[in-house]
Nanobody, 127 residues
Framework: QIQLMESGGGSVQAGGSLRISCQVS????????LAWFRQYPGKQREGVGSIVTADGSTDYVDSVRGRFTISRDNSKKMVYLQMTSLKLEDTAMYYC????????????????????WGQGTQVTVSS
């Protein structure tokens, strides 16, 4: 059983930066695939990126590659999503997710592949 809790969302101006966090409650964070999804109102969640906690390897969708960075601190059981050069279209509810095997942790990320979800944190980008 894994429990996830996001934090750090808020409002930021376009072009700015924001870091959101995910606290992972599990015996160990090693050898897991953690992913970040976002959801627009009335839409399904879409994966934006993932990290393999064992080696820190990451993958991103094209729309955020070069602007978003996922990192982890295994000792603190934390996963982070650093967002830079934020755009209006980055406004969404952001979720962290777990459950996909670490050997299959690259994009595309399907919502159905992830069993564990946090409650989400809202990110709002304004002009």
């Amino acid at each position: 059983q894994i429990q996830l809790m996001e934090s750090g969302g808020g409002s930021v101006q376009a072009g700015g930066s924001l870091r959101i966090s995910c606290q992972v409650s599990t015996v160990t964070l090693s050898s897991r695939c953690l992913a970040w999804f976002r959801q627009y109102p009335g839409k399904q969640r879409e994966g934006v990126g993932s990290i393999v906690t064992a080696d820190g390897s990451t993958d991103y969708v094209d729309s955020v590659r070069g602007r978003f960075t996922i990192s982890r601190d295994n000792s603190k059981k934390m996963v982070y999503l650093q967002m830079t050069s934020l755009k209006l279209e980055d406004t969404a509810m952001y979720y962290c997710a777990a459950g996909r095997p670490s050997y299959r942790c690259d994009v595309p990320l399907r919502e159905d592949d992830f069993r564990y979800w946090g409650q989400g944190t809202q990110v709002t980008v304004s002009s």
